[in-house]
């Protein structure tokens, strides 16, 4: 069995290690310090809870008009060969992988010591992504491809930090990775092109639809459209335009989308909004957008209001 590490347990590092589990991949995570297993072993649950929970709902859709929209497609790979019966299997399936194919290790060296990937999945914060590429760089096996799933950062950034440029890339995933199954692969210049086809490959393996992006783009193909969005959505809010529950339902009734750029705000985390806040660079300067709009996220994420996994963001979840 191919050996995965992931390393970060946040929402998007469970999410991408249960995925792999899911699809049959020994996976590992990777975690800093005891207090890290406190906050991820939650996360685990959670978030294999949610994938089992959706493919019970996946039951009712079948043969139905709208299951083919509706469906998780990253846990039911071939839609239109599913069946009740099908999806039981998977369900049961799901609950042994999950019980036996996942770890977690604190020792690095122990972690990676025959890891056949890892994936960086840890805060967005470049210097802690250098420490930790900086302490892998002596640890990994010569075989071990190594992706990073940075939402804002490019990989040449970091390639040189690796000490294996030409088996780095990046392969950025979407929140509720289960259900929005991309997988957008970026490499940098010095990329192995068998590299970037085996990211490719990974990425199909684990039910994720690999998109391709042929040059170094901030932001992918993603997030260069839902970065701006967010954005704009914040600064209505930070300039006292409008509220919350109006900027959405604007939105949402004047596109038909399901969800406002706060519902979204929710799902991604306040945390990670901060930290893309945080680097423009006016952040710092008093009186600006940005240092506004930061101070008033910080606010919320210093209340624990960080998102739908707190329960409480922009909107309350526990009701
Ligand atoms: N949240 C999203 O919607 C989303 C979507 C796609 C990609 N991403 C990317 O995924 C990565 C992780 O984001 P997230 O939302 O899961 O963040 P998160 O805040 O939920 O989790 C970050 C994890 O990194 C760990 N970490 C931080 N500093 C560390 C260090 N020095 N050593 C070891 N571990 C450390 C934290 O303990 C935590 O487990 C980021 O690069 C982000 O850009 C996020």
């Avoid at 191919?2 to 975690?31: N, P, R, S």
């Avoid at 260069?224 to 959505?233: C, D, G, I, R």
């Avoid at 750029?261 to 909004?273: H, N, S």
């Amino acid at each position: 069995m191919q050996k995965i590490v992931v390393a970060g347990g946040g929402v998007l590092g469970t999410q991408i290690g249960l995925m792999c589990a899911y699809t049959g991949y020994d996976v590992t995570f990777w975690l800093r310090s005891e207090g890290s297993i406190g906050r991820t072993m939650p996360k685990i649950q959670r978030y294999s809870g949610l994938m089992l929970e959706d493919l019970a709902k996946a039951k009712a859709l079948v043969g139905t008009p709208m299951g083919g929209y509706l469906y998780p497609k990253g846990l039911i790979r071939d839609w239109k060969s599913a069946t009740v019966e099908s999806i039981d299997a998977l369900i049961v399936q799901a609950k042994t992988r999950f019980a036996e194919n996942v770890h977690i290790e604190l020792d690095m060296a122990k972690a990676v010591a025959d890891a056949d990937i890892v994936i960086e999945s840890m805060s967005e914060d470049p210097q802690a992504k250098i420490g930790v590429y900086t302490a892998l760089k002596d640890l990994l096996p010569e075989k071990t491809l190594l992706f990073t799933n940075s939402s804002t950062m490019l990989p040449s950034t970091f390639a040189p930090y690796t000490g294996r440029p030409g088996k780095y890339c990046a392969v950025h995933f979407a929140n509720t990775i289960w259900k929005n199954n991309t997988a957008e692969i970026m490499g940098h210049a010095g990329t192995d092109p068998q590299v970037f086809r085996a990211a490719v490959a990974f990425a199909d393996s684990i039910n994720m639809i690999p998109l391709e992006v042929l040059k170094e783009q901030p932001g992918y193909i993603l997030n260069s459209m839902l970065v701006p969005f967010l954005s704009a959505a914040q600064a209505l809010w930070a300039n006292g335009v409008a509220d919350v529950p109006t900027i959405d339902k604007t939105w949402e009734l004047a596109t038909g989308a399901p969800a406002g750029p706060f519902k979204i705000l929710d799902i991604v985390g306040l945390e990670t909004a901060y930290n893309i806040n945080q680097m423009k660079p006016d952040a710092e300067t008093e009186g600006s957008l940005t240092n506004r709009l930061g101070k008033l996220l910080k606010e919320k994420i210093d209340k624990g209001e960080t998102g739908v996994n707190a329960g409480v963001g922009f909107y309350d979840y526990r009701k």
